[in-house]
């Protein structure tokens, strides 16, 4: 009789509430409310000037929302990986809101650190990636929201044929 009164007291009922609260949390909005993760891709790549030893780029990403609500951000930050190695990364303030079944584009300027990009070189050498196609993968973080913000991973091919610079 006294371990039920111990699972009815306040305490108990107040940590097992917080626990249930925990779980939810961690297991992120997106999957218990029905809502679709946003699609993120790499719409394009530009060069800018560079600044010292390092590379710039401006990344392109296309946001489209699969949801039946809109979402605001006010932030983004990517890291870009490129033939499996640390490549570049990147922070905006930008801000904005993906409508509710739509999309928008958001530029992002890259920065490559001179060592990376010449270790990137040395890896390109010896890979037997095609000339122009390098693989990568895409983190990044659309900052806002009552849950601060939404992760988004995009993968693919980079095609950096000569000067002009294109994502697939």
């Not at 010896?126 to 806002?144: E, K, M, N, V, W």
């Amino acid at each position: 009789m006294s371990f039920v009164r111990l699972l009815l007291s306040g305490r108990s009922v107040r940590l097992l509430a917080l626990g249930v609260l925990t779980v939810l949390s961690l297991g992120g909005c997106a999957g218990w409310f029905g809502h679709d993760p946003l699609r993120v891709s790499v719409a394009g790549l530009e060069p800018l000037d560079s600044q010292g030893l390092e590379m710039r780029f401006k990344i392109k990403l296309r946001i489209q929302n699969p949801n039946e609500d809109s979402l605001s951000f006010d932030g983004v930050s990517v890291d870009l990986q490129l033939n499996g190695q640390s490549f570049a990364s990147g922070v905006t303030d930008q801000h904005g809101t993906v409508p509710r079944y739509g999309e928008t584009v958001v530029d992002v300027p890259l920065t490559v650190p001179a060592f990376t990009a010449v270790r990137q070189a040395f890896s390109l050498a010896g890979s037997d990636t095609p000339p122009g196609q390098y693989p990568y993968i895409l983190h990044g973080r659309l900052a806002g929201g009552l849950s601060g913000g939404t992760r988004f991973l995009d993968q693919g091919v980079l095609s950096l044929p000569g000067l002009g610079v294109a994502g697939q």
